[in-house]
């Protein structure tokens, strides 16, 4: 099993930056993917941010060139600094994995933290 931990959501002005940070924990053969989503209020969950083991990275298209993902493979943690948010990126934002573990050595299966609330006021 797979723990995600995520923190420092808050309250931020428009125009400011906040920087998440997900922390994996548990027993687990490997993560070979690391992603953040979000969920505004009456909208489905987005993806936002990904990152691989081997560092490769991929972003939604309202977020290329404000946010940036990355990740600490020592400690298990990746992060997500957001800059330049606006009000409508008030949402809550959730980290998940790709880990393989003893019960499903072979296949991947996706973990999910419970989430960390980002509110943009303006």
């Known amino acids: 099993q797979v723990q995600l931990v995520e923190s420092g959501g808050g309250l931020v002005q428009a125009g400011g930056s906040l920087r998440l940070s997900c922390a994996a924990s548990?027993?687990?053969?490997?993560?070979?993917?690391m992603r953040w989503y979000r969920q505004a209020p009456g909208k489905q969950r987005e993806l936002v941010a990904l990152?691989?083991?081997?560092?490769?990275?991929n972003y939604a298209d309202s977020v290329k060139g404000r946010f940036t993902v990355s990740g600490d493979n020592t400690k298990n943690t990746v992060y997500l600094q957001m800059n330049s948010l606006n009000p409508e990126e008030t949402a809550v934002y959730y980290c998940?994995?790709?880990?393989?573990?003893?019960?499903?050595?072979?296949?991947?299966?996706?973990?999910w933290g419970q989430g960390t609330q980002v509110t943009v006021s303006t």
């Open positions: 998940a994995a790709d880990a393989t573990t003893r019960s499903s050595p072979g296949r991947p299966v996706r973990y």
């Open positions: 548990g027993s687990f053969f490997s993560i070979n993917a």
């Open positions: 990152i691989t083991s081997g560092g490769a990275t």
